[in-house]
């Protein structure tokens, strides 16, 4: 095995003064010598300076560019860091091979898959490709699709994917996350061999197939792995806590020869599980490299003493972890809008009494944080769940704070949430030709031809709904679409009853029971989260007096029909609003941290698993470390579930576990008029 001799310090410096860019912990890693790697970065801790820092010195120390293997979780990492280690070294560094995982298997694939039974010159189906394949397939094995819902690609595929990316079988996923697929268990496993077999009979791999395909080739083949393992001298990994277990097989088998493997991640921020993400990956490399050394990043260079104080509180409670102290490199203070120094604050903890003062406190803190001289462009408002963020993005909307949403489509944008509020509108009025037309499309085997024809009836009638009940537009209808479209007729019955008129959550309640759940279950692989979605409108509808006047609210708002993700002018600052698992590898100066209430956050879904309450408070470790200099945590104290009920709520258990000292607890008035002043310290 070659040793790579270390130059002198002097040496090194004429041509990169490491020391001046880097702190000791940096530069222990970037000097470190061969063998085996693992360094456990903290957030804001500057692993990606690191990273760039080994690769120049490495390629200083004599190290060929080409023999040097670099995987990143994007591409645009890896250019960004290249590009970097071109401007230190000063030389031409575009032999390195960077990138994804997906993007070196297929440029080795390119090479080698006629081994695997593949022409090289295969196609990659992306993932509308192979949904269409996989609904193609669902017709080749004869499932009537007449008797029963089947799920749809997007479904299929989501489960395809996890049992390739946890290297599981797919009986195992269905039990595990689309239990309510278990009875279809059988026909999902010849949907899934079909699939395999048209794939390699036409040519084609999917983004899956590029990982399980270039592990089978390098596990099969002596002469190729030991080709590539030979020609690789040192192998670098990125965020190593998000690699699944095929893409930690990999890089074992890549750096098999000379086992120069430098892996960087931080255990504390593994929050993707629900991808496939291997927590395991990052703990057990020690066994997988007995000689490995191990350094940490700790010194962070985003937040204020009292932020990370905070969230090294939180983190120490998760038992499964390697033990790290972030340590500020800032001082405890911050500048004002005037210049001015400004001691730095404590996060802060506000229980609110409900969502609505929850989202009318955090739009009118912002509006305050804003005049103390942090743009909005410097806020952000992050959730554990995308329905979290439904009444702030009104009131926001109200008062005209500008924002954009990282997490997805604004909240009543959503397919899901159009679809159950187009289903109230027939009632509501008749007369809506969108809502009619969205309506009935819901329908298997009723698309635009047959939409139109039945609008054309609907709108020639003198009072629509009662014809409908009536069976007056049944031979419109396809003979195939008879039966969803008489369940369709009977939910519009009952929908158009005085009482569940006046009461818009009963509505949305029958819409999930008659059929639109079950729906949800086979169209969408993220079903949980878009019933939850639909739960939460029905508590938002259940403040209004009638379905009429919720459709009115919403219709005023201008969000329904709204077609840019962007509120307010294209040049102005916008509030960012985003899920927490969007936001990793973000930072804002202002952060405000919502529905922080046990059950929501740690979301109760995830604790079903037994991991998964560390990982919701890894997950809320990532959020609390996002923020810069001012940190809000908000929950409500109540949440209605109807009008005459409420549930009253914990304060999460990340907040409760937590010593008192670490922050101020806020009290809030309530019903104070805009622009007051609207809390003070405890």
Partial sequence: MKKY?????????????YQRYLNEEQWAVVSAGSGPLLVIAGAGSGKTRTLTYRVARLMELGVPPERILLLTFTNRAA????HRVELLVKQDVQKIWGGTFHHVANLILRRHAQRLGYDNNYTILDREDSKDLLESCVEEVGIDLRERRFPKGDVLATVLSLSANTLRPVSE?????????????????????????KKQRSNLMDYDDLLGNVKRLLADSEEVRQSYSRRFQHVLVDEYQDTNKIQADLVDLIGEHHRNVMVVGDDSQSIY?????????????????????????????????????????????????YPKVLRAHRRSTMSSASGEEVFGRKPAVIGLDDVLEQASFVAQRILEVRDEGIPLDEIAVLYRSHYH??????????????F???????????????????????VVNPRDEIGWKRAVKLLPRIGSVTANRLWKAVSASPDPVRDLVQHAFDALVP?????????????????????????????????????????????????????????????????????????????????????????????????????VHQAKGLEWGAVFLIWLADGRFPAARALRDPEGEEEERRLFYVAVTRAKDQLYLCYPLLVRDNRYHATLNKPSRFLQEIDESSYER?????????????????
């Avoid at 001799?5 to 003064?17: M, N, P, Q, V």
């Avoid at 759940?517 to 739960?535: C, G, I, P, V």
Wanted: hydrophobic fraction near 40%; proline fraction near 4%; charged fraction near 30%.
């Fill in 5 to 17: 001799a270390l130059k002198t310090t002097s040496a090194i410096h004429r041509a990169i003064d």
């Fill in 79 to 82: 250019r960004e860091m290249i």
């Fill in 173 to 197: 996923i269905v039990s595990a996350r689309f239990s309510y697929l278990e009875e279809l268990l059988s026909q999902i496993e010849r949907v899934a061999e079909r699939y395999r077999e």
């Fill in 273 to 321: 599980s629900f991808r496939g993400a291997n927590f395991a990956n990052i703990m057990e490399f020690p066994q997988r490299y007995p000689d490995a050394r191990l350094f940490r990043l700790e010194t962070n260079y985003r937040s204020t003493p009292e932020i990370l104080h905070l969230a090294n509180l939180s983190i120490a409670h998760n038992q499964r972890q």
């Fill in 389 to 402: 963020s439904m009444e702030l993005q009104m009131e926001l909307t109200r008062r005209g704070i500008p």
């Fill in 404 to 426: 954009t949403i990282s997490s997805g489509l604004r909240f009543f944008e959503q397919r899901h949430v159009k679809d159950v509020i187009a289903l109230m509108k027939v």
């Fill in 479 to 579: 003979r195939q679409a008879s039966g969803p479209w008489q369940d369709f007729v009977t939910l519009i019955d009952l929908m158009k009853e005085p009482e569940l008129l006046r009461e818009p959550q009963e509505m949305i309640r029958l819409i999930l029971k008659f059929g639109y759940q079950q729906y949800l279950q086979t169209r969408f692989d993220n079903y949980e989260a878009r019933l939850e979605d639909l739960t939460q409108l029905g508590n938002y509808a259940a403040r209004f007096e009638s379905t009429e006047s919720f459709l009115s609210d919403l219709a005023l708002l201008g969000t329904v029909e709204a077609e840019d993700v962007i509120m307010g002018p294209e040049d102005d600052e916008r509030v960012r609003l985003t899920t």
């Fill in 666 to 682: 806020w009290l809030v008035e309530a019903a104070l008029p805009e622009g007051s002043g609207a809390c003070e310290a405890d």
